[in-house]
C-alpha cells in the first residue's frame, strides 16, 4: 500500500471527531452542574467543527470551512446568551444543579 | 315602451319604513313613528297605481340572484293583471289597516315595534306577488311567516299569544316543506324555476299531463294549505287571533292568508293539466268551507268567528282554484279582502268600546252606542252573507256557478257550498245580533265609539264591501285572462238566476234562522237553552286541536324525550364524548409520566432518538442488508 505523504489518514480525524462528540453528549448527560453541561456543548459543537474541516480539506471545498465560521459565530451567541441564562438561573435558585432546576414540571 | 316602472320601489319603500321604525323608533316620538309607517304603504300604493296605466304585462330584472351550472335565477319582477289585483289589494286595503291602526294601537308600548313589523310584512307581501320565480316567491312566502309570527306574538308577555306564534310558525313550517319539495320538483323537472319558462315549456307540451305534473301541484298545493289554513293546517288561523285584531284584519283575513290562493293561481297551468291535482283543490277547498263554518256557528269569541269564516271563505277560493275558474277565486280574494278586513276591523272597534272583550256574550246593544261601527260592521255582514248586489254576491256566485259546471263532482261541490253560504250567514247574523242587538250583558264595560282614525278605514271600506262587486261584476274574467286563460264556462240564462235565487235564498235561510234564535228571543235565554246534541261536538272544534296533540304532538315529544333527549343526545352522543374525554386524561396521565422535568433525561432521550435515526440511515450501508429502514437510506 502506497502511502503519497506523511499525513494523517482522513478516518483518524473522523474519529477524533466521534471521540469528542461522544465526550460531549456524556457529559452533557452525566455532569450536574450547568456550567459543565455548557461546555459539553460546547464540546459537541467543535467536534462537529473538527468533521467538517476535515470533509474541507480532503475535497478541496471552501464550503465547509465557512460553515465552521458559521457554526462558531453561533456558538459566540449561545456562549453570551447561555452564560447570561445561568447567571441569572444562579441568581433565582442559588444553585447549579440541572436536577433541581425543574420548575416547569407539572 | 318598455321603460322601467320602479317596480322595487313598492316593496322596497316598507323596508325602509322597517328599518327606520325598526332600529330608530324607540327614539322616536310617536308622530314620527307613524308617519313613517303610514308613508310607506301610502308610496306604494301609489307607485301601484302609476303602474297600473302602462301595459300589462310587465317585468323587470334587476340582476342575478343565483347562478349554479345552467340554472340562472334572476331578481326578477312581474307586473300582470293578477299581480295587479293582489297589489292594489295589499297595499291599499294595508294603507287603511294602517290608519287604523295608529287609532287602535296608540297606547300600546311597542308601538314603534309593531309599526316596524307591520311595514315588514308589506315588503314581504309585495316581494311574494310581485316575484317572477317561484324561489322569490318563495322568499316573499317565508317572509310573512315570519311578519305574521312576529305579530302574532306582539304581546309576548302573555303566553298564549307566544304559544300561538309558535304554532302558527310551525304548522306553516310543516306546508313551505310541501312548497319546497314542489320547487324541487320543478327544478329537477323544468331546470327553471320562472313562471313564463314554465308556463312556455308547459305550452310547447301538450302531452304532458298528470304524472309528475300532479306530484309538483299537489306538493304546491301542501305549501298552500299551510298558509292559507287549510284542512288539515288550518289550526293555526284561530290561535292567530292572539295577534292585535288589525294584524288579524290584514294579515290574517286580507292578505297574507289569500297567499296560497294567488300561488295556485300563479301556477295554474301546472294544475291545469292534472285533473286530479285540481280534484284534490276543490275537495278540499270544500270541505274545509263547510268544516270551518259549522265550528263557526257555535264560537263565543267574536274574533273566532271570523277567523273559522275567513279559513270558510279561503274554502270557497280554493273550490274556485279547483275547478279552474281561477279568476272567481281571486275576485271573491277580492271582496274577502274588503269585507274580512272590515269585518276585522269594526270587531276591534268593538273590542275597544267594550275595553278589551272580545266575547259576544257579554256584548250586546251596541247598536245605539257605537253607530258608526255598527253600520259598516252591517255592511260587511250582508256583504259576505251574499246579499243581491254588495260584493261576496258577485264573487261567491261566480264560483259556485263555475262549481255547478265543472261535472258531476262540481255539483256537489255547489251544494257544500250553497249549504256554506246559508251557514256563513247563520253565524255573521248570530254575531250582529249578539253584539249589536238586545240589552247590553257587561255592566262594567261603557261601551264608546272608537277615534276618527280608526272609524275613516272602516267607512272607506264599507263603501268597497258594498260597491267592491261591480268593480268585477261581469269582467274580472276577462280582465284576468291574460294571465290565468280563459276556462271558465259561463252558466248564462234561467240556469244563472235560478243558482243566483238559490245563494240568496240560501243566505236568506241563515239569516232567518239567526234572527229566531237569537233576536226574538231573549239573548239570556238563548244562552242558557239546553244545548242541541253535536253542540259540545262543534264548541270543541271537533276535537281536532286535542286529535292532533295526542297523534302528532305527544308522540313528537315522547320521541324527542325518550330517544332523541335519552338515547341520541345523552346515551350515545354524551357517551361518545365522556369516551374522548376518558381516553384523551388517560393517555395524558400516561405520557405526563414523560415530562420529568429532568433536564438530562430529555437530553438523553433526544440523544437515543439521534442515534437510533442514524443506525436506521446507516445500517444499510455499513452492514450491507436490506434492513430496516425508514425510506431515509439512499437506494
Same mark, same amino acid.
Given at each position: ?9 482522513l ?10 462528540? &461522544?465526550?460531549g ?6 455532569k450536574?452542574?450547568?456550567i ?9 459543537l ?5 468533521s ?6 480532503q475535497?478541496h471545498?471552501?464550503?465547509?470551512q465557512i460553515? !465552521?465560521?458559521f ?6 451567541a449561545?456562549?453570551? +446568551? ?12 442559588s444553585?447549579?444543579?440541572?436536577d433541581?432546576?425543574?420548575?416547569? @414540571?407539572l | 315602451?318598455?321603460?322601467?316602472l320602479?317596480?322595487?320601489l ?7 319604513g322597517?328599518l327606520l321604525n325598526g332600529?330608530?323608533?324607540?327614539r322616536?316620538?310617536? $308622530? ?10 301610502l ?16 317585468s323587470?330584472?334587476y340582476?342575478?340572484?343565483i347562478t349554479?351550472g345552467s ?21 291599499g286595503?294595508?294603507f ?5 291602526s295608529?287609532g287602535?294601537?296608540?297606547?300600546d ?6 309599526f316596524a313589523y307591520l311595514?315588514l ?9 310581485l316575484?317572477g320565480?317561484a324561489?322569490l #316567491?318563495?322568499v316573499?312566502?317565508?317572509g310573512?311567516?315570519? $311578519?305574521s309570527y ?16 309558535? @304554532?302558527?310558525f ?5 306546508g313551505?316543506f310541501?312548497f319546497?319539495?314542489?320547487?324541487f ?7 327553471t ?7 312556455a315549456k308547459?305550452a310547447?307540451?301538450p302531452?304532458?299531463?298528470?304524472g309528475?305534473l ?5 306538493c ?5 294549505t299551510g @298558509? ?9 288561523l284561530p290561535?292567530a287571533?292572539? %295577534?292585535p ?7 290574517h283575513?286580507?292578505?297574507? !292568508?289569500?297567499?296560497?290562493?294567488y300561488? !295556485? ?9 292534472s285533473?286530479? =291535482? ?8 270544500a270541505?274545509?268551507?263547510?268544516f270551518? =263554518?259549522?265550528?263557526?256557528? !257555535? ?8 277567523a ?9 277560493m280554493?273550490?274556485? &282554484?279547483?275547478?279552474?275558474?281561477y279568476?272567481?277565486?281571486v275576485?271573491?280574494?277580492?271582496t ?10 269594526a270587531?276591534g ?13 257579554k256584548?250586546?246593544g251596541?247598536?245605539t ?5 255598527f ?10 252573507? %251574499? ?10 256566485d261566480?264560483?259556485?256557478?263555475a ?5 258531476? *263532482? ?10 256554506t253560504?246559508?251557514l ?11 253584539t ?16 276618527w282614525s280608526?272609524?275613516g278605514?272602516? +267607512? ?11 268593480i268585477g ?18 252558466v ?5 238566476? #235560478?243558482?243566483?235565487?238559490l245563494a240568496?235564498?240560501?243566505?236568506a235561510l ?16 238563548? *244562552?242558557t237553552?239546553? $244545548?242541541p ?17 295526542f ?10 324525550k325518550?330517544?332523541?333527549?335519552w338515547v341520541?343526545?345523552?346515551a350515545?352522543?354524551?357517551? *361518545?364524548?365522556?369516551l374522548l374525554? %376518558? ?6 396521565a400516561?405520557?405526563q409520566?414523560?415530562q ?5 433525561s430529555y ?11 442514524l ?7 455499513v ?8 425510506? *431515509?437510506?439512499g437506494?
Amino acid at each position: 500500500m502506497h502511502i503519497a505523504s506523511q499525513e494523517v489518514p482522513l478516518v483518524w480525524y473522523l474519529i477524533l471527531s466521534a471521540v469528542l462528540f &461522544c465526550l460531549g453528549i456524556l457529559g452533557f448527560l452525566i455532569k450536574r452542574n450547568l456550567i459543565t453541561v455548557f461546555m459539553s456543548i460546547e464540546l459537541m459543537l467543535n467536534a462537529v467543527n473538527l468533521s467538517f474541516v476535515t470533509f474541507a480539506h480532503q475535497w478541496h471545498e471552501v464550503k465547509g470551512q465557512i460553515f !465552521v465560521f458559521f457554526v462558531m459565530v453561533v456558538a459566540a451567541a449561545e456562549a453570551a +446568551v447561555g452564560l447570561a441564562i445561568i447567571i441569572a438561573v444562579f441568581r433565582a435558585r442559588s444553585t447549579l444543579a440541572v436536577d433541581r432546576i425543574d420548575l416547569m @414540571k407539572l | 315602451m318598455n321603460e322601467s316602472l320602479h317596480l322595487w320601489l313598492i316593496p322596497i319603500l316598507p323596508f325602509i319604513g322597517f328599518l327606520l321604525n325598526g332600529l330608530l323608533g324607540r327614539r322616536l316620538p310617536k $308622530a314620527v313613528v307613524s308617519a313613517i309607517a303610514l308613508l310607506a304603504p301610502l308610496g306604494s300604493f301609489l307607485v301601484v297605481l302609476i303602474a297600473s296605466r302602462t301595459s300589462l304585462p310587465h317585468s323587470e330584472t334587476y340582476g342575478t340572484w343565483i347562478t349554479a351550472g345552467s340554472l340562472n335565477i334572476n331578481l326578477t319582477f312581474v307586473l300582470d293583471q293578477l299581480s295587479l289585483v293582489m297589489l292594489l289589494v295589499i297595499t291599499g286595503v294595508g294603507f287603511l289597516i294602517h290608519i287604523y291602526s295608529v287609532g287602535y294601537m296608540h297606547s300600546d308600548e311597542g308601538y314603534w315595534r309593531y309599526f316596524a313589523y307591520l311595514n315588514l310584512f308589506l315588503f314581504f307581501m309585495t316581494t311574494l306577488v310581485l316575484a317572477g320565480n317561484a324561489l322569490l #316567491m318563495f322568499v316573499g312566502w317565508e317572509g310573512v311567516g315570519l $311578519a305574521s309570527y312576529l305579530l302574532i306574538g306582539f304581546w309576548f308577555q302573555k303566553k298564549s299569544a307566544a304559544d300561538a306564534g309558535k @304554532k302558527a310558525f310551525i304548522v306553516n313550517r310543516i306546508g313551505d316543506f310541501g312548497f319546497l319539495i314542489g320547487l324541487f320538483l320543478l327544478l329537477a323537472n323544468f331546470g327553471t324555476l320562472t313562471f313564463s319558462e314554465i308556463a312556455a315549456k308547459l305550452a310547447a307540451n301538450p302531452a304532458m299531463t298528470g304524472g309528475i305534473l300532479t306530484a309538483i301541484a299537489l306538493c304546491l298545493f301542501v305549501g298552500a294549505t299551510g @298558509k292559507s289554513a287549510q284542512l288539515p293546517l288550518y289550526v293555526w288561523l284561530p290561535d292567530a287571533m292572539e %295577534g292585535p285584531t288589525p294584524v288579524s284584519a290584514l294579515i290574517h283575513a286580507a292578505t297574507m !292568508v289569500t297567499a296560497g290562493v294567488y300561488m !295556485v293561481a300563479r301556477t295554474h297551468f301546472i294544475f291545469d293539466r292534472s285533473p286530479l =291535482a285540481l280534484s284534490v283543490v276543490a275537495i278540499v277547498g270544500a270541505a274545509t268551507a263547510l268544516f270551518a =263554518a259549522t265550528i263557526g256557528l !257555535v264560537q263565543n269569541d267574536i274574533k273566532r268567528v271570523l277567523a273559522y269564516s275567513t279559513v270558510s271563505q279561503l274554502g270557497y277560493m280554493f273550490l274556485g &282554484c279547483g275547478v279552474a275558474a281561477y279568476s272567481a277565486a281571486v275576485f271573491h280574494l277580492m271582496t274577502h279582502a274588503f269585507f274580512k278586513a272590515l269585518l276585522f276591523l269594526a270587531a276591534g272597534s268593538v273590542i275597544h268600546a267594550m275595553g278589551g272583550e272580545q266575547d259576544m256574550r257579554k256584548m250586546g246593544g251596541l247598536r245605539t252606542k257605537t253607530p258608526i261601527t255598527f253600520w259598516t260592521m252591517t255592511a260587511a255582514v250582508f256583504a259576505i252573507s %251574499g246579499f243581491p248586489g254588495l260584493s261576496a254576491f258577485f264573487s261567491k256566485d261566480a264560483i259556485l256557478a263555475a262549481a255547478f259546471a265543472s261535472g258531476s *263532482l262540481g255539483k256537489l261541490l255547489w251544494f257544500v257550498g250553497l249549504v256554506t253560504a246559508a251557514l256563513t250567514a247563520f253565524y255573521m247574523f248570530r254575531l250582529w245580533y249578539l253584539t249589536f242587538f238586545g240589552e247590553t250583558r257587561s255592566h262594567d264595560a261603557h261601551p264608546h265609539e272608537s277615534p276618527w282614525s280608526m272609524l275613516g278605514p272602516l +267607512v272607506i271600506l264599507a263603501v268597497l264591501s258594498v260597491g267592491g262587486g261591480w268593480i268585477g261584476a261581469g269582467r274580472f274574467g276577462a280582465f284576468l285572462s291574460p294571465t290565468l286563460g280563459t276556462k271558465t264556462e259561463e252558466v248564462t240564462g234561467s240556469l244563472e238566476l #235560478m243558482m243566483m235565487l238559490l245563494a240568496v235564498a240560501a243566505g236568506a235561510l241563515g239569516w232567518f234562522i239567526a234572527h229566531r234564535m237569537y233576536h226574538q228571543r231573549s239573548a239570556a235565554a238563548q *244562552l242558557t237553552a239546553p $244545548a242541541p246534541a253535536g253542540y259540545s261536538l262543534l264548541q270543541n272544534k271537533y276535537y281536532v286541536d286535542e286529535f292532533y296533540g295526542f297523534a302528532i304532538v305527544k308522540p313528537l315529544i315522547a320521541v324527542s324525550k325518550y330517544f332523541l333527549e335519552w338515547v341520541v343526545d345523552i346515551a350515545i352522543l354524551g357517551g *361518545l364524548a365522556w369516551l374522548l374525554a %376518558g381516553v384523551a386524561s388517560f393517555s395524558g396521565a400516561i405520557l405526563q409520566r414523560w415530562q420529568s422535568g429532568n433536564i438530562r433525561s430529555y437530553a438523553a432521550w433526544l440523544a437515543l432518538g439521534a442515534a437510533l435515526l442514524l443506525y436506521f440511515v446507516l445500517a444499510p450501508h455499513v452492514f450491507g442488508a436490506p434492513s430496516l429502514h425508514l425510506g *431515509l437510506a439512499g437506494h
